[in-house]
């Protein structure tokens, strides 16, 4: 009656294996580190640039405990915050001597003590929030106006494009603040842009008014394609932000809008707030430009004359001068994709780039009349603009899809698409609010969690162990299980544990008992009636099953209302609940039941069961069965 098959046990075997070994990593804690990443696609991470950390180190009388290469990245590790704090300035000394034009990133971070075989496996700790592991905390205003005029911007060009397209002759274009002014010489050609607003330009308002003996219609953003520009500036910052940090890895960071024109920056683990300021600063701005290739131009490269009227001069990465005209043709806004690959025909090092639809019809057409001549692609890092590359169009270029190639190698073709892909800023963020928790609090602040969780499952384990004896004990094992799984979910998932989630942890165990004791409650009720004890078992367990079930449900759907709606501490505290209710349902039912199976289940002639004290309130008696 109750006996386990060996399948189940087999299960219950392997999820313990496994619990506890993604479990293991989060007992490693973590070492104060240094991290090396690279700035600029021309400055490289790799082993010169170890050798120049090692020797720095050696140079201020710093030993690292362990110093590698990890990928793009050079990670040192050392036994305290003192000798991280000393390594940081010696190699920041070595590598960055032009603070000001930065080659290298030398960021303070917390990096997982975990041994190289528990990695392999993949089981890694899991994330702690800015709390629980200290780091910096932004939070970003974005400027709104400064992206409404930047697409005005843009619709003007595309208005003088779309003008000569149709051949409507106008008397000039200009952007006054967020409005388009055009002017035109007689009523019919007034007219014709008038239709032409309203049929290609959608997002526009026009007004026309007499100006002397000229007409002019004055075009301005709509209100509501106002805010669909706002809200798009706001997003792409936001993934913007992610591409870069993220590729960049110098962190785990927390992205988030709040309000309608915020950012909430949070990079755990990163000490240092002025690099954590370089790290978001690092946004670049891909632009694309035709060369001026004048007389003038040329001599102005040379450096025999002054730059051209509205021209401006650019360094390629090899140090040549490049001089290209001030009006821009596509910016990162019209780039979908940028990958790195290999010319079929040359087998040179190119970056694949794709465009939109607008872009591609611009692209097409700036290519089509520009045959013979170099076109520049710029990207724009903290202010400085660098040409990426500056190639000859050798025909019109059309489909979306765009090659580029200067002599690069694999790695900085790599390294282009990647500065590329992570796209252009949609309007520039200003810097309201930071914050610095130190490694200290967050430690301090674990240590709080971790008491709470334990002295909770303590008095709860004691409180079962006396009252119902055997069953008690079983329990609080079956409580253990759930913890030990509940954690191991959270690393195997690389969930973000924070304050409110230890919170979630806590009540947890709380719930998590409830399903025992009504298992317990049920088992001593079918003792009471007079039911044998391995009926009372099987009965105990198979008619709380329903209402454990419902229970679990009802919860759990209030949990993932938490997380669909919730945000920030709100998420962290739904995502522990919920994982901690599917934990609790299979240690609380599951393994309880094949401990107590084990137990008592190879006994045909059972007599009594341990699980305290059972009433019999109808006869006045008591009878304790242990």
């Known amino acids: 009656m109750n006996r386990y098959p060996v399948w189940k046990y087999v299960v219950i075997v392997i999820a313990m294996l496994v619990g506890a070994l993604y479990t293991l990593p989060n007992f490693f804690g973590e070492s104060p580190a240094v991290q090396i990443s690279s700035a600029k696609p021309a400055f490289k991470v790799d082993t010169n640039t170890l050798a120049r950390v090692e020797a720095a180190l050696k140079a201020a009388g710093i030993a690292a405990d362990v110093l590698t290469l990890e990928g793009a990245s050079i990670k040192a590790r050392f036994g305290n915050t003192e000798t991280q704090i000393k390594a940081k300035d010696a190699i920041q000394k070595a590598l960055v001597p032009e603070p000001a034009n930065p080659g290298y990133v030398v ?25 629980l592991r200290g780091g910096v905390h932004f939070m970003l205003q974005v400027d709104m106006q400064a992206a409404l005029t930047k697409r005005a911007e843009s619709l003007a060009g595309d208005i003088r494009t779309s003008l000569r397209e149709k051949n409507v002759r106008h008397g000039g274009i200009s952007r006054n603040g967020q409005s388009i002014e055009i002017r035109f010489r007689d009523s019919a050609a007034l007219s014709a842009a008038r239709a032409l607003l309203q049929d290609q330009f959608a997002d526009l308002q026009a007004v026309d008014v007499p100006d002397g003996t000229e007409f002019k219609l004055t075009a301005t953003i709509k209100p509501e394609a106002a805010r669909r520009v706002q809200d798009q500036s706001l ?69 025999a004359a002054a730059v051209p009227l509205g021209a401006e001069r650019y360094l390629e990465r090899n140090g040549q001068a490049v001089i290209v005209k001030k009006q821009v043709i596509l910016t990162g806004e019209n780039l979908t994709d940028a990958q790195p690959g290999f010319d079929s025909q040359t087998q040179e090092a190119v970056v694949n780039l794709t465009l939109d639809a607008k872009g591609s019809r611009i692209f097409r057409d700036v290519t089509r009349e520009n045959v013979g001549r170099r076109m520049a692609i710029l990207l724009f890092e903290k202010g400085r603009g660098e040409v990426v590359t500056a190639p000859v169009i050798r025909s019109e270029i ?51 969690g971790f008491n709470s969780v334990t002295w909770g499952f ?30 191991a979910m959270l690393s195997m998932l690389q969930a973000t544990l924070t304050l409110p989630g230890m919170a979630a942890m806590a009540l947890v165990l709380g719930m998590a008992i409830d399903a025992n004791v009504l298992i317990n409650e049920r088992v001593r009720e079918e003792l009471r009636g007079g039911a044998s004890p391995q009926a009372a078992i099987h009965a105990g367990y198979d008619r709380a099953w329903a209402t454990i079930l419902d229970s679990n449900v009802t919860t759990l759907i209030a949990g993932l209302a938490l997380l669909a709606f919730g945000s920030g501490p709100v998420r962290g505290f739904a995502v522990v609940h919920c994982l901690g209710i599917m934990t609790s349902m299979f240690s609380g039912v599951f393994f309880s039941r094949g401990l107590v199976n084990l137990w008592y289940g190879r006994q045909k002639k059972l007599k009594s069961v341990s699980i305290g004290t059972v009433w019999r309130p109808d006869a006045g008696t008591q009878i304790t069965s242990n």
């Open 107 to 131: 960021a303070l971070n917390l990096l997982s003590r975990s041994p190289a075989w528990l990695s392999s496996l993949r089981a890694v700790p899991m994330y702690l929030g800015l709390d």
């Open 235 to 303: 997003k792409q910052n936001i993934t913007t932000l992610h591409n870069r940090i993220n590729e960049l890895g110098v962190a785990e960071p927390v992205i988030q809008q709040q309000g309608l024109d915020r950012i909430v920056v949070q990079l755990p683990g990163v000490q240092d707030t002025a690099k954590a300021k370089d790290i978001l600063g690092r946004t670049a701005t891909l632009e694309v430009r035709l060369v001026d290739e004048s007389g003038e131009a040329r001599a102005a490269e040379a450096g």
């Open 398 to 448: 059309g489909g979306g899809r765009v090659q580029i190639s200067g002599r690069m190698t694999a790695m900085e073709a790599t390294d282009t698409a990647l500065l590329l892909r992570a796209g252009s800023l949609a309007a520039p963020m200003e810097i309201i609010e930071e914050m610095t928790i130190g490694p200290s609090l967050g430690a301090e602040n674990i240590a709080k």
């Open 458 to 487: 303590c008095a709860v384990a004691v409180f079962m162990c006396v009252y119902y004896m055997l069953f008690g004990i079983i329990s609080s094992v079956a409580l253990a299980v759930n913890l030990l799984l509940l954690v």
